[in-house]
């Protein structure tokens, strides 16, 4: 932490990413600005390569060239856990859940309480109590209501699993929270429920990377969308109803730039 | 143009009622009742095993007038140790959707290893050391020939250090059977708590299911209280997400097998210690009923589901099955389809469980609306 306002200047910024998959080129020079307390949505088309990004990001895939920085601070080429440590939380469309752990487990899946702290961390003796204690405490707090919270979340509806998914990242989260199509298993009641973390995660000032299909919710909730097609980020512009069709034209190809 | 489109909304809401009720009363309270009532039975068929184990001595008992006795007991804990211990390490294994098909004939070389020691040295010390070490080591090669030798699934290098294994035993020992052991393993494998001044009632109790018990203890300690065996849970129940997670997954993998080849050095000891010799055979097939004791024991081939006291409930079923056929004069043939219906009998119970818990998901559901 440096101390200056999280919400004064950029929080994440890519620039210029590229990566290729043998001959299939996924990312083609991508840059992109996300600030605290933002919540920008990243649109386009399936194999635009959003998905690369964000896993680019979340070190999960390492860049061919270009950087990511997190308040200055370079990540490029960082691992999973080390852009996790830097407080870059990720909720994959497919959840990346454990269904036969509980939620506490969940919660902490790869970064156990645990003691004491002389052992090396694969000995340490798991705390039950205080993440027990701690998952409940912070389900309470995002009025998230489980009914039974020491079952393995595979005994849960799509909407609590994905409740328990994005609590997750907002629990842990301390700059940007990405997420990856977050209501696409959900109804409508529980989408609403998701949408509604979002708005509270841009309220404590968190930046957020949405993905999604879903226009309404990009306009509900998004300040800014940034449409990729092939690759490329084509277009940006303020999700609004009247940028609609402009927006859809970018992540179709439609758009009259593409012909020339 | 109203009309039309409100009675296909209520129609579509009366459906919904009736299949969340399953066809009972379209109230309130019957989702939650009959979310009871599975639950209820959920919890019944999570004690799958014990279940069967309890009907099996049950009917035996009544059969023979012999199986219900404290000696009859000890003999069926004697027997089943060997299988209890394998059925640790295998258990471990399963849980990360693994399967070590190697232990048998790791059992039969860490064995010969140990009795060489034995034989050559004299150090009860050593050969306990060279036992362990053996079924350590092969396990980890295992495990790094699965992870780092990029092999597409355990079977593959667990079937060839099956077969490597059981070929270097017969090496080392020129396909002899070696003679002795060291006294402490002896009475490790075939000692009886009797040898002890005033142990008069539990005299019956086999020394080898004491080290059972403390082996298993050891592995639920591990499982279920080091972050290690979180780990192997979730490697278990998703890889891929565990990788994102940060978790060491090639590490827990080989760390899995290690400990399942460890097994093997154990069950070889309480093997030797039986018979007061090695083998270059003794272990063989033993693999078969190690993955069965934990099949019967609920652990789900899926990976990440499946608990230590089921596990050796399931090597017991199988032994108490065998002495109890074996009691009643049918002929051994019989024992090993016996078994095979087992292991098809307790997998239709786990595949039940599954349905139930799809049915309770569902109801989770539509109690969220």
Not at chain 1, 43 to 66: E, F, P, Y
Not at chain 2, 11 to 20: D, K, L, S
Not at chain 2, 59 to 68: A, E, I, P, T
Not at chain 2, 114 to 125: L, N, Q
Request: glycine share 12%.
């Amino acid at each position: 932490m440096s101390g200056s306002d999280p919400t004064s200047r950029p929080v994440l910024e890519v620039r210029d990413a590229r990566k290729r998959f043998g001959a299939v080129t996924a990312l083609d020079g991508v840059s992109l600005v996300v600030e605290g307390g933002e919540v920008l949505a990243l649109l386009g088309d399936n194999g635009a390569g959003k998905s690369t990004l964000i896993k680019a990001i979340s070190g999960v895939h390492h860049l061919d060239s270009g950087t990511v920085t997190l308040d200055g601070v370079d990540l490029t080429g960082a691992n999973a856990m080390t852009v996790r440590a830097n407080g870059i939380e990720t909720v994959y469309q497919d959840l990346a859940l454990f269904d036969n752990l509980d939620p506490a487990a969940n919660f902490y899946a790869g970064r156990e309480l645990a003691g004491p702290a002389w052992l090396p961390p694969p000995l340490r003796f798991l705390r039950h109590g205080q993440m027990a204690q701690r998952t409940r405490e912070l389900l309470d707090r995002l009025q998230v209501s489980l009914p039974d919270l020491d079952a393995p979340v595979a005994l849960m509806s799509g909407g609590q699993r994905q409740a328990v998914a994005v609590a997750r990242a907002v629990a842990f989260s301390t700059r940007v929270v990405i997420l990856d199509e977050p209501t696409a298993a959900l109804g409508l009641r529980e989408s609403g429920r998701v949408i509604e973390l979002v708005r509270r995660l841009k309220d404590d000032g968190v930046a957020v990377i949405l993905i999604s299909h879903s226009m309404d919710q990009v306009q509900a909730v998004a300040d800014r969308a940034l449409v990729l097609r092939r690759g490329r980020a084509v277009g940006e512009a303020v999700p609004t109803a009247e940028n609609h069709e402009l927006l859809v034209s970018w992540i179709v190809g439609a758009s009259a730039g593409a012909a020339g | 143009m109203k009309q039309p489109g409100g009675a296909t909304v209520a129609v579509v809401e009366v459906e919904n009622e009736a299949t969340a009720t399953a066809g009972g009363e379209p109230t309130a309270a019957a989702p939650a009742a009959s979310h009871h009532v599975l639950t209820l039975s959920l919890r019944v068929m999570q004690l799958g095993p014990a279940m069967i184990l309890v009907t099996l001595v049950v009917v035996l008992s009544l059969l023979s007038d012999v199986f219900l006795s404290f000696e009859n007991a000890g003999n069926v804990m004697k027997q089943s140790a060997v299988v209890c211990v394998l059925a640790l390490g295998q258990l471990l294994v399963i849980l990360t959707r693994g399967i070590d098909l190697s232990v048998g004939s790791n059992l039969s070389l860490s064995g010969v290893v140990g009795a060489i020691v034995w034989r050559d040295h004299r150090s009860a010390a050593a050969a306990i050391l060279a036992t362990l070490a053996t079924g350590c080591v092969v396990g980890m090669v295992n495990g790094l020939l699965y992870v780092k030798g990029r092999l597409p699934h355990p079977f593959i290098p667990t079937l060839a250090m099956l077969t490597a294994a059981s070929g270097l035993a017969l090496y080392l020992s020129h396909a002899q059977t070696i003679q002795g052991a060291p006294p402490v393993v002896n009475t490790l494998g075939a000692g009886r708590l009797g040898w002890i001044p005033g142990a008069g009632p539990i005299g019956w109790f086999p020394v080898a299911t004491l080290v059972v018990v403390g082996v298993a203890a050891v592995v639920v300690l591990i499982t279920r209280g080091l972050v290690w065996g979180r780990w192997v849970y979730a490697v278990g129940g998703n890889p891929e997400a565990a990788v994102r997670n940060g978790i060491p997954v090639p590490s827990v993998l080989i760390s899995v097998y290690a400990l399942s080849g460890l097994m093997a050095g154990v069950a070889a000891l309480l093997t030797m210690g039986k018979g007061n010799a090695a083998s270059p055979t003794s272990g063989s097939l033993a693999e078969l009923d190690a993955i069965a004791a934990v099949i019967i024991g609920g652990a789900s081939f899926l990976g990440g589901r499946g608990r230590v006291i089921n596990a050796l409930t399931g090597a017991l079923v199988i032994a108490v099955l065998r002495n109890g056929l074996n009691l009643l004069g049918i002929d051994p043939n019989w024992q090993y389809m016996a078994t095979g219906a087992v292991i098809v009998l307790a997998v239709e119970l786990d595949v039940l469980r599954g349905h139930v818990e799809g049915r309770v998901r569902s109801l989770q559901a539509v109690a969220a609306q």
